[in-house]
């Protein structure tokens, strides 16, 4: 009798220990494809967490101030376009100046970068601009 009792939780063990790994990797797409969705979601409400600016000015001959950049997207699965900047003029002092908007029209893929340029009649006293962006829109 005992040695029934042995083989049977033997086998018992042995079953429960033998995972499909049919339904195993079934159970890991669900939840790579849940975290994805929930990832996806985060990017859609929140672009300005996932897109950076870099830009350098210079002066024209007209007196227009001309900012060269890129917008990057960090994000891992959703694109972003029509990117909406803020331009800020300050002085040497730090005063502040001026604002404007600047909208980049390009479709930004995840991982990816998109150029953009700007002229602008900076005020006089203009030392330095600085650029963040204030929102984007997703597919």
């Known amino acids: 009798m005992k040695k029934l009792i042995s083989i049977a939780l033997a086998s018992a063990i042995l079953f429960s220990a033998c995972n499909n790994p049919a339904k195993n990797a079934a159970v890991e797409k669900e939840n790579y494809e ?3 969705e929930t990832l996806e979601e985060k990017e859609k409400k929140n672009p300005v ?6 830009s350098r000015d210079k002066h024209n001959l007209i007196g227009q101030t001309v900012i060269k950049g890129s917008v990057s997207n960090h994000a891992k699965v959703c694109a972003y376009k029509d990117v909406q900047l803020e331009l800020s003029f300050y002085s040497k002092t730090g005063a502040f100046l001026l604002k404007t908007n600047e909208t980049v029209y ?3 893929e995840p991982g990816k970068s998109a150029s953009f340029k700007a002229k602008e009649f900076a005020p006089k006293g203009t030392d330095s601009v600085a650029i963040k962006v204030l929102g984007a829109k997703t597919n």
């Not at 967490?49 to 870099?54: E, G, I, R």
Request: glycine share 0%; aromatic share 8%; proline share 0%.
């Open 34 to 36: 849940k975290a994805k």
């Open 49 to 54: 967490a996932f897109l950076s600016v870099n």
């Open 106 to 108: 390009d479709k930004i």
